[in-house]
């Protein structure tokens, strides 16, 4: 398997430009708490990302073009979509957009998901529940789920418990793994992936995955070394079909997740699957963006 080009599902813009323009929603606080390295502390080049995810073996990575927060609200920040468009034109075998929903917005947010997916070509779309304060099986949310729906894109949600990533704005955790429970019954044909491994709800969120036919699992934003043991086994086993390999950088260093994924010396079916095969099942990396 040394010859498998993964993807990562769960990538954050971190060059110099979300640094300077405060588009990566912690503080210095946060990145000591997750041990980044003092030289990358101000951002990394498309470039030396590039280069990471060759080194890591990585083909392709799911850029996300953020949305964090009601934009009244002190901390939140949001990465426009035409800003990660710029990254998926200039890499499109590479990149992948998806497109950060805020509840908040009504219509506007649904004629936004539109121009994402049909004129920029992203492939899904992201949300995080906590830095809106509202959980996601929420009505307000509704809409949302039903045009991914007519666009035939899944949306990917955290559903673990948020840190604090900012010391003066603090979140509550207000979605976890069962939440997809309604929504997943409400949306049969909404393929729905909880990510950062629903922490510390791993059990509930492998209770999801096995439930529902089109709920799945990210394993990002915790290194593959501290997986839980439930969740291992069930990747390696009759769960394989239901995980997607991703790092939430700049969290998790993609070169060693990767390592790590390896270490764990899972089948070579389920390895596979995780870290390419379920990506392309879940995904259409066919939608081309439009160059400009």
Known sequence: MTDLKAIDIVVNAFTPKEVIAGQTGFDNAFMSQVRMPQDMREGVTIEDYLRRMDRAG????????????????KGSFEIP????????NAYPDRFSGLAGVDPTRGVDQLKELDYAVNELGFTGAHFYPHWFRTPPDAAVCYPIYARCVELDIPIMMQVG?????QKDVRLPSVARPILLDQI??????LKLIGIH?????????????WKHENVYIGIDAYAPKHLP?????????YGSHKVLFGTDWPVIDPERAVREMREHEFRDESFARIM???ALEVFNFDRSPVKK
């Open 197 to 209: 491994i629903g922490m510390p709800w791993t059990d509930e969120m492998i209770a999801m995955a």
């Open 276 to 278: 390419r095969s379920n």
């Open 161 to 165: 418990q948020n840190l604090i990533y």
């Open 58 to 73: 990585i083909e392709r990575s799911l850029l996300i073009a953020v949305r964090a927060g009601d934009r009244a609200w």
């Open 81 to 88: 979509y035409d800003q990660i468009a710029e990254y998926c």
């Open 184 to 189: 997943a019954i409400d949306f049969p044909d």
């Open 229 to 237: 043991d439930s969740l291992k086994h069930y990747m390696n086993t």
